[in-house]
């Protein structure tokens, strides 16, 4: 079974651009979340979506925005871009609902803003 | 909300020894569940152990305990006879059910070193 994958692995952009993360989670999974870990701020939560709605929303400014698509696959945006931004955002799946079915994480796409 | 501390920023341990890692939490949610997760060199979040807030039994998973404590609010996660292979970094986090424990809340994190 495969696992969640998430690309691309590795982005530089630069201040003031957008970008689009992509997470594919595992097949059967309709539950994807997303984390961003820095080191100052560790591991923060970001958003759930779950069967193409916005489900839970952490506390992150309207800039970070995303969206899941019928088969589950969800992108996330980041449009003006802070040097703060520069993190490794993580997206995880899940079958909702049950923690004896926890989420399980992709290897994440790092951000490096210049 | 919710809130996870994890006291000890490092441990070290030696092979074939056990160590606890500390986790305390805190949450107004009546349900909810908390989890260890370990994070490696290579940054994959792998999942160790969870444990349902109404479970009256401690979990256990292999060589990984959690000593859930509820009314001290604690969770810490016990490994048994260490591996040089569980040298990583390790999180607690919980999330409340009614979030579909999709909403995970993390702690900062213990850094775990194994020597031989």
């Known amino acids: 079974k495969a696992g969640v994958t998430q690309t691309p692995r590795y982005l530089i952009k630069t201040r003031g651009q957008q970008v689009t993360l992509s997470c594919s989670p595992i097949s059967g999974h309709r539950s994807v979340s997303w984390y961003q870990q820095t080191p100052g701020q560790g591991l923060q939560f970001l958003f759930e979506y779950f069967s193409e709605t916005q489900r839970n929303k952490g506390n992150f400014p309207g800039r970070f925005s995303g969206r899941q698509f019928s088969n589950s696959r969800s992108e996330m945006n980041v449009s003006t871009l802070e040097l703060g931004d520069s993190a490794l955002y993580l997206c995880?799946?899940?079958?909702?609902?049950?923690?004896?079915?926890?989420?399980?994480f992709g290897d994440g796409t790092r951000l490096s803003i210049l | 909300a919710q809130k996870i501390t994890q006291t000890q920023p490092g441990m070290f341990v030696q092979e074939k020894e056990a160590v606890t890692l500390d986790c305390t939490y805190d949450t107004s949610d009546p349900s909810y569940g908390l989890f260890w997760y370990k994070q490696p060199s290579s940054g994959e979040m792998i999942f160790l152990i969870y444990?349902?807030?109404?479970?009256?039994q401690n979990a256990t998973e292999g060589r990984y305990s959690l000593n859930f404590q509820k009314a001290r609010k604690s969770a810490n996660l016990v490994i048994s006879a260490s591996q040089l292979g569980d040298s990583a970094m390790y999180f607690c986090?919980?999330?409340?059910?009614?979030?579909?424990?999709?909403?995970?809340?993390f702690g900062k994190g213990t850094m775990l070193l194994v020597s031989p």
């Open positions: 995880a799946s899940s079958l909702a609902g049950d923690p004896n079915q926890p989420q399980h």
């Open positions: 444990q349902g807030s109404y479970d009256q």
């Open positions: 986090a919980m999330s409340p059910m009614n979030s579909g424990y999709s909403t995970l809340t």
